[in-house]
Nanobody, 126 residues
Framework: QVQLVASGGGSVQAGGSLRLSCATS????????MAWFRQAPGKEREGVAG???????RYTNSVKGRFTISQDNAKNNLYLQMDSLKPEDTAMYYC????????????????????WGQGTQVTVSS
């Protein structure tokens, strides 16, 4: 059974950094696509960063240059390094795994993802 466990969230001031981790089990890590999503209060969940099997990445415009997604195939972990955090980054962050290799047009969409972690809260104060 596939399980994803997200961790690393917390409260920081604007300009600070956090590193989110997603530990996976029961999933052949690296064969498919994974991503980080976030949902702020009163807003829809949005794709933040995605990574494909070969390591290609994609980011939503608002985090480009500030967030970096990466994966450690040996440890079966997914990461999201978040730098220069802004109050608008405040949200619950979720990791997700897909059972297929996704293209650019679908890497940051919710529908293709089959498994989801429980979420970790990120709060950025001004």
């Amino acid at each position: 059974q596939v399980q994803l466990v997200a961790s690393g969230g917390g409260s920081v001031q604007a300009g600070g950094s956090l590193r989110l981790s997603c530990a996976t089990s029961g999933y052949t890590f690296g064969d498919y696509s994974m991503a980080w999503f976030r949902q702020a209060p009163g807003k829809e969940r949005e794709g933040v960063a995605g990574i494909r099997r070969a390591g290609a990445t994609r980011y939503t415009n608002s985090v480009k240059g500030r967030f970096t997604i990466s994966q450690d195939n040996a440890k079966n972990n997914l990461y999201l390094q978040m730098d220069s955090l802004k109050p608008e980054d405040t949200a619950m962050y979720y990791c997700a795994a897909a059972l297929s290799t996704l293209g650019d047009s679908t890497l940051l969409l919710e529908n293709p993802y089959n498994y989801w972690g429980q979420g970790t809260q990120v709060t950025v104060s001004s």
